[in-house]
């Protein structure tokens, strides 16, 4: 039970290996949280699935090979089975799902000061889920005091001070929590469609549904002296050179003294992430490693070379990731793609509580 092939699935729990997986799919992304997991097996005799001991409710561990791909608890063990045989699933989900489910703890209720690394590493700190800033990446300014609410997650609050600082969020194979910038560390290989490629199927799709030949981004004055209309708004425009006819969007940005700076930055992010998520490709590999052994992993640049896209080696990100394996398909990977602009988060401004301030 210890010795594993780089494609053996193996969970662990209670100090226990164990092997011998026929159904598998684990999915792990930059743009989900948590990661999640469902295995199963399929035995003639039903006493030979009661060998394996897993319940709902344990910490466990998921390993392709040597390598640990969701670290969490196990959510549902389902037990069936007929004349034919006894069906066994597990499925589960990484550490993260706490701050998914459960409600944000804070001693006094309020938000004062730190940083979206410090704030969210002690939100996390009840439910004993690290986090750390991916490849020393800037954690951004200090966040202003505001008032928690009594129900909402941790996911929820992180979420706004990560948009804050510019950053992604999302759950590491230790199940902990990483804060990162889309797209700064590359695979060794890629996908590649055609002769001697190790793509089995793919999916290329463009949308222009969702795009606008210019965004128009407003701030409606909270300044009592100006009048309504058009002296109340600070503007910016962006266009979309790609789109060839004529088709205008308008947004409205969070309000903020910092008025006309954050709605040049959010017309960017509009027209650039609009662009990004105009493009994306689902490709089903023939192995779970790139050339050097290393798993796919979300948040990571791969070349991609399949019919119907722009060029040859076309450098896309991982969105999500799922490591597949049964009798059917055999041993397979499922990424979805797309250019790292589409995974920008929205800017926002975190605004003062103004009852807070005014007390003090």
Partial sequence: MTDTTPEEVTLKVDGRAITGWQNVSLTRGCERIPNSFSIGLTALNPSDGSKVVAFAGQACELALGSDVVITGYIDRDTNGGDANGHQLSITGRGKCQDLVDCSAQWPSGQLVNGNVLQVASQLASYYNIGVSALNGVDVG????????????????????????AGLLFYEDEKGDLVLAQAGQEKHSSGAKYGDGG?????QFERS??????????????????????????QIDMQKDANVKRHRRLYVVADQSSQGQDLCKRRAIWEVARRAGRGTQVRVLLDSWRDKDGKLWTPNKLMPVTVPGLDGADVMLCISEVTYRRDDRTGTTAELLLMPKEAFTPEPIILVPDPIIEAVQ
Avoid: H, K, Y
């Fill in 141 to 164: 300014p200090q966040i202003p005091q505001f008032q928690l609410e009594l129900t909402e997650t941790p996911v929820g609050l992180i979420e706004r001070l990560a948009r804050n």
């Fill in 198 to 202: 190790n793509v089995l199927r793919w």
């Fill in 208 to 233: 222009m549904d969702e795009r606008f030949s210019e965004v128009v981004c407003s701030l409606l004055s909270v300044d009592p002296l100006i009048e309504a209309g058009d002296a109340g708004f």
